[in-house]
């Protein structure tokens, strides 16, 4: 069975822009849950997300949005980027929501300039 | 509110030498518990887990957890280090109740040296 998949793998954008991260999950699982990590603040939790809809959300200002999509699929975008969102963004899969085992994607390195 | 602390940002032991990487936890409720390991450029993996019952839990790659109520800990061992082991440690706890989301430890590095 695939693992967690994210695209891309790496960007670098300008401060101001707006990025999009890919997150596809395991098949048959219906949960994806959204981390950033960065050498400071470590590993933190952005948003989860079930059939479509967003079930929980972490300490992020409203520039960090997400959706998920009826195949499970999910989205990430952050509007008007800054320096200090440069990080690993990771992507998390799991059956259902608050679901304790969650199965982690490689992850979109983003380097804001 | 769950938190998770880890002594130690690195650790470094000899091959063979036995790992010990620390983990302790604040929890309102009974927690879940998580390591998750975490090689150059790549995602988290799952290591092993404390959901119910025994406390002393099996993982991958002949690591091992014990859950302590008593000591609110979870430390992870292994018997023998080898080079493939180092990489980047993470203790993790679910937040509780309805939410599920990971609260994650710092991490510890663990250097092997041959």
């Known amino acids: 069975k695939a693992g967690v998949t994210q695209t891309p793998r790496y960007l670098i954008k300008t401060r101001g822009q707006q990025v999009t991260l890919s997150c596809s999950p395991i098949?048959?699982?219906?949960?994806v849950s959204w981390y950033q990590q960065t050498p400071g603040q470590g590993l933190q939790f952005l948003f989860e997300?079930?059939?479509?809809?967003?079930?929980n959300k972490g300490n992020f200002p409203g520039r960090f949005s997400g959706r998920q999509f009826s195949n499970s699929r999910s989205e990430m975008n952050v509007s008007t980027l800054e320096l200090g969102d440069s990080a690993l963004y990771l992507c998390?899969?799991?059956?259902?929501?608050?679901?304790?085992?969650?199965?982690f994607g490689p992850g979109t390195r983003l380097l804001v300039l | 509110a769950q938190s998770v602390t880890q002594l130690g940002s690195h650790v470094s032991v000899s091959e063979g030498a036995l790992v010990l990487l620390r983990c302790n936890y604040s929890?309102?409720?009974?927690?879940?518990l998580f390591w998750y390991v975490q090689y150059p450029n790549q995602g988290l993996q799952l290591l092993l887990k404390?959901?119910?019952?025994?406390?002393l839990v099996k993982g991958i790659n002949g690591f091992e957890a014990e859950f302590k109520k008593s000591e609110t800990s979870f430390h992870l061992t292994k018997p023998s280090a080898h080079m493939s082991d180092a990489a980047e440690y993470f203790c993790?706890?679910?937040?509780?109740?309805?939410?599920?989301?990971?609260?994650f430890g710092k991490g510890t590095k663990l250097s092997v040296k041959p």
């Open positions: 404390y959901t119910t019952g025994a406390t």
């Open positions: 098949s048959g699982h219906r949960s």
């Open positions: 998390a899969s799991s059956l259902f929501a608050h679901q304790e085992t969650q199965y």
């Open positions: 997300y079930f059939s479509e809809t967003q079930r």
């Open positions: 929890s309102s409720v009974p927690p879940y």
């Open positions: 993790a706890v679910t937040a509780g109740g309805s939410q599920g989301n990971l609260i």
